[in-house]
Each structure stands twice: as structure tokens, then as C-alpha cells.
């Protein structure tokens, strides 16, 4: 839950989607090295990982990359000749994104970290009661056993 910042009412939503900017970083170039960073920061954020995609792009220097979640995704993009690295981290459930990136700090020791955290699939109250409302009378149909 949070609060809407132009009405001032707690709102719900799906997901929490979180980009961080490392400038200054090292080890941009290593595609095993940042998909195990990358992994490692998925885990701390409590998610669970399904796969994952790396590659070199632009030249063979800057890395590319993916850790499909089953709360959504950890992406990557590197640029070793700038020393940037930029992260994309979206979750929802009880996965917490800024867990990330204090891994990310360690990994890649850049010397100044930008990051924006973002609500995502934001629910109005009535209508993420509405919706719980009809979860549970689901579920109590489906609990009934009308064949009796």
C-alpha cells in the first residue's frame, strides 16, 4: 500500500519497479560476472528466479542482459567505456526491490548510484476491495460441495 501523492489517499498496487544508474562502476565487460550480480541481487529482493539471458553488445563491450523472475524481471545494460551501468528491477508480491542495491553497490563499487523507485498498477481502495471481496466468495464456491 501507499498514498497517492495527489490525493493524499492509501492506494494499492501490483508491483514496485525500481531503476538504478551506477556511474563510475567497474567490471561492466564480464558477462558471467554481471549475471551473477545480477542474480544475486534478484535473490536479495525475495524473488524467485526462472532463467537467465546475458550477452556482449556494441562492439563486445557492453553487456546486455535478463533475470526472468517469477515476479517479473532484473534487466541490465552496461557501457564499460562510460563507466554506466544502468538496472531495471520490477517485482510485485512481498519482493523488495531496494534490497538489490546495496548488491549492486558492492558488485560494481561505482561512484555514484541515481535511483528512483516507482509504483506500478496503482488499485484504488474500492476497487482492490471489490476484488477481495470476490476472491473470497470464489473460493467459498468452489469450497462447496453442491453434488451432495
Known amino acids: 500500500m501507499a498514498v497517492c501523492p495527489r490525493t493524499g489517499v492509501n492506494v494499492h498496487y501490483t508491483g514496485l519497479h525500481l531503476l538504478a544508474d551506477l556511474y563510475g562502476a567497474v567490471n561492466l565487460n564480464d558477462?558471467?560476472?554481471?549475471?551473477?550480480?545480477c542474480e544475486e541481487a534478484a535473490i536479495a529482493t525475495g524473488a524467485t528466479i526462472i532463467s537467465s539471458s546475458f550477452h556482449h553488445f556494441g562492439g563486445e563491450d557492453g553487456v546486455s542482459g535478463i533475470v526472468l523472475l517469477a515476479e517479473s524481471h532484473v534487466s541490465t545494460h552496461s557501457w564499460p567505456e562510460f563507466g554506466l551501468a544502468t538496472f531495471?528491477?520490477?517485482?510485485?508480491?512481498?519482493?523488495?526491490?531496494?534490497l538489490a542495491v546495496p548488491v549492486l553497490e558492492k558488485r560494481f563499487l561505482p561512484k555514484k548510484c541515481k535511483v528512483s523507485l516507482h509504483h506500478r498498477g496503482i488499485i484504488s481502495p474500492?476497487?482492490?476491495?471489490v476484488a477481495q471481496f470476490m476472491k473470497k466468495a470464489k473460493d467459498l464456491i468452489k469450497s462447496l460441495d453442491f453434488r451432495k
Request: charged residues 25%.
Open 31 to 37: 558477462v558471467e560476472y554481471i549475471k551473477a550480480a
Open 88 to 98: 531495471d528491477i520490477y517485482v510485485c508480491g512481498n519482493c523488495d526491490p531496494t
Open 126 to 129: 474500492i476497487r482492490f476491495r
